[in-house]
Nanobody, 120 residues
Framework: QVQLVESGGGLVQAGGSLRLSCAASRSIFSFNAMGWYRQAPGKQRELVARITNRGSTNYTDSVKGRCTVSRDMTKNTVDLQLNSLKPEDTAIYYC??????????????WGQGTQVTVSS
């Protein structure tokens, strides 16, 4: 069973920065993609940023220019650097990993989430 463990959340003032980290229990290269999602109270979970096993990245429009997703293959971690934080970035942030194999069901794993709170 794959485990994803997030860390780095907390309380920060608007305009500040946070770095979230997701540690995987196995090689992150085994995943087709890893990403960060967030869910604010009363809202649906949404993709924030994703990085594929080829290193391609994509971001949701609301964080473009303020956010960077990166990975460390030696540590099996995927990080999310959040800058210029806004109160609307307040949410629980979840790490996600996906495995796609031809002829096999999609495998998807989630971390337990880490709270990010941005005060105005």
């Amino acid at each position: 069973q794959v485990q994803l463990v997030e860390s780095g959340g907390g309380l920060v003032q608007a305009g500040g920065s946070l770095r979230l980290s997701c540690a995987a229990s196995r090689s992150i290269f085994s995943f087709n993609a890893m990403g960060w999602y967030r869910q604010a109270p009363g809202k649906q979970r949404e993709l924030v940023a994703r990085i594929t096993n080829r290193g391609s990245t994509n971001y949701t429009d609301s964080v473009k220019g303020r956010c960077t997703v990166s990975r460390d293959m030696t540590k099996n971690t995927v990080d999310l650097q959040l800058n210029s934080l806004k109160p609307e970035d307040t949410a629980i942030y979840y790490c996600n990993a996906v495995v796609l194999r031809l002829g096999a069901p999609r495998e998807e794993y989630w971390g337990q989430g880490t709270q990010v709170t941005v005060s105005s």
